[in-house]
């Protein structure tokens, strides 16, 4: 399914704009002129530092959302206190992450094998690491449920969310096997016991369950497809700097397919939420607090998804594109924070007024 010997693409070179470039600033001897060199290394060591600060402070945000944020959205609201949310949010956060980097490994080189005059390199797999920090993620929970239901371990695989997170937990250790094997295709089977595991855990109210589990499915599959996918894309992109045709239609064919993922998270994510959402709590509730911020969040992505694709169809370079889709890539990674965190907040049917 993987075409290519696995590399990590090298240092890149920046340009004086930021964008990246194949080669170095140069004349056509190959030598840099004696001018501009101090000026390119100082906004070379500018930019060196830029992204890792950058990388850094987006990761310190998701990690504040995802240990505070549950407790930030009750305040006020009368909601019983989780025992553990922020904890439960991170691990949560984690396996969606995982989620999300396998199943875009499998889709994305489906999109690269048609292009044509593409090199014939490939990024690194991250596959099996993000499965097995998934299933870690899994174990957790599972730790956390017995610490708070205060059973031993055995006992909580007996309980109903219990036996479906050690369900989870075995079937990403299945799908790191696949992936680490020579057939990583084999994954799609395991990975999918898992979405539907999921599913099922993140639905156990009276009120039809198996309606907001399969909806769960699908809304959590397109989603997965969509960041993992677009993340495996940009980082081929980057690889493939050198060749900016190729490049430009390999993200031609994700947006393509990215808009069918928008349609389904869309219409999923709508259902769900005049499901799960009585009207009178959307500003009183937690779930609904944080629905309206992961909406927001979703709004910006939309924006930067259309502007990334306009760039795209107006220009040849695919640079600036790519840093569009950078920056949906950054904020579609705080969504799946903030979705963490909406599946750790109280049914908000308990506080609701309506019979």
Request: aromatic letters at 6%; a positive charge.
């Amino acid at each position: 399914m993987f075409s290519g010997p696995p590399a990590d693409p090298a240092a890149p070179t920046m340009q004086a704009s930021g964008v990246p470039s194949a080669v170095p600033l140069a004349d056509e001897t190959g030598e840099t002129p004696e001018t501009s060199e101090p000026a390119s290394g100082a906004a070379s060591a500018r930019r060196s530092w830029t992204a890792p600060l950058l990388l850094g402070a987006a990761g310190a945000l998701a990690l504040l959302i995802a240990l505070f944020g549950p407790g930030l959205m009750a305040r006020g609201t009368g909601e019983l206190r989780i025992p553990g949310a922020g904890l439960t949010t991170v691990l949560r956060t984690v396996l969606f992450a995982a989620l999300a980097l396998h199943l875009g490994e499998l889709l994305a080189p489906q999109l690269i094998r048609p292009v044509r005059g593409r090199p014939r390199t490939a990024v690194r797999s991250w596959a099996v690491l993000a499965s097995l920090a998934g299933a870690a993620a899994a174990a957790g929970q599972i730790v956390r449920l017995a610490a708070v239901s205060d059973l031993g371990i055995t006992e909580t695989y007996g309980t109903r969310e219990g036996g479906l997170l050690l369900l989870i937990a075995n079937g990403l250790v299945v799908a790191a096997l696949c992936a680490a094997s020579r057939r990583p295709a084999l994954a799609l089977a395991p990975l999918a016991v898992v979405i539907g595991a999921e599913a099922l855990r993140a639905h156990p109210e009276a009120y039809s369950p198996e309606f907001g589990a399969a909806l769960t499915v699908v809304h959590l599959t397109a989603a997965s497809l969509w960041t993992g996918g677009l993340l495996y894309v940009l980082r081929t992109m980057w690889l493939w700097r050198g060749s900016p045709v190729a490049a430009r239609a390999l993200l031609g064919r994700y947006a393509r397919l990215a808009i069918w993922l928008y349609v389904a998270l869309a219409a999923t994510g709508t259902a769900s939420a005049l499901r799960r959402l009585p009207l009178d709590v959307v500003f009183t509730s937690a779930y609904g607090r944080t629905l309206l911020l992961k909406l927001a969040l979703m709004g910006v992505v939309s924006v930067l998804a259309l502007a990334a694709r306009r760039r795209m169809l107006r220009d040849t370079d695919p640079s600036v594109a790519h840093r569009l889709a950078r920056r949906e890539q950054v904020v579609l990674g705080l969504v799946v924070v903030v979705s963490a965190v909406l599946t750790v907040v109280p049914d908000p049917h308990w506080i609701s007024l309506r019979p």
